[in-house]
């Protein structure tokens, strides 16, 4: 009797009943903004190769921050406004990307109610090949970001912004962005950190997709 109950179960499971439908995040791309080998890049803890991450996701996972409001630490960027964070124009041309000022700066998208995520996008900037510094984002319940702090991704290995130092490594910005495992994070706000580049000390966002349901 017990066999048989386990037996069902099973058969279940492998007819789909049960597992969730999973399917792997095919991100829509810009166009590339340059060709061939970027320049040498010299800066501390840089990737030595991109590498995609292959990022499962249930059926109906969307991205949630389509038009979704933005705030920042900078609330008059210097080029570009903060909308343009979720307007899903990716492009890397002018017109498509938002200035912030030097130093530490955010941006923060709220998705309007928690959200179970599997997967962030990010375009920083990629008409020219650049390192961003201290990369850091996180998913929180709280708007000020104080309590329930979820980090998804920490670039800032030595902890120069002060927010605890990070394992993952820098990254030479191209058309492709950066995609990022959320790993099923639960949280209603989207906050990214950056701390100017190997380009200039300015901050620079084109968009920000978040994968959830
Ligand atoms: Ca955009
Ligand atoms: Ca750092």
Redesign the pocket.
């Known amino acids: 009797m017990n066999r048989m109950i386990v037996f069902t179960v099973a058969a279940l499971v492998a007819g789909g009943a049960v597992a969730e439908e999973m399917a792997k995040l095919e991100l829509q791309l810009p166009a590339p903004q340059f060709a061939g080998t970027p320049k040498t890049i010299k800066t501390p803890n840089l990737e030595r190769e991109a590498v995609v991450p292959e990022i499962m996701v249930p059926a109906g996972t969307a991205n949630v921050a389509a038009g979704k409001p933005v705030t920042s630490s900078d609330d008059f960027p210097v080029i570009g406004e903060l909308e343009y964070l979720t307007d899903s124009d990716k492009e890397g041309s002018d017109g498509s990307y938002i200035e912030l000022g030097p130093e530490l700066q955010w941006v923060q998208i709220d998705l309007g109610e928690a959200k179970t995520l599997y997967a962030i996008a990010l375009w920083h900037y990629h008409a020219q090949a650049r390192a961003y510094?201290?990369v850091i984002i996180q998913v929180s319940d709280d708007a000020g970001f104080a309590g329930n702090v979820q980090t998804l991704f920490n670039n800032?290995?030595?902890n120069?912004?002060g927010l605890g130092a990070g394992k993952d490594k820098e990254y030479i910005e191209t058309y492709m962005g950066k995609l990022i495992d959320a790993k099923g994070a639960k949280g209603r706000y989207v906050r990214l950190y950056s701390?100017g580049s190997t380009g200039s000390d300015m901050n620079h966002y084109i968009e920000v997709e978040v994968f959830g349901k």
């Open positions: 510094r201290d800032d290995h030595d120069s912004s701390n």
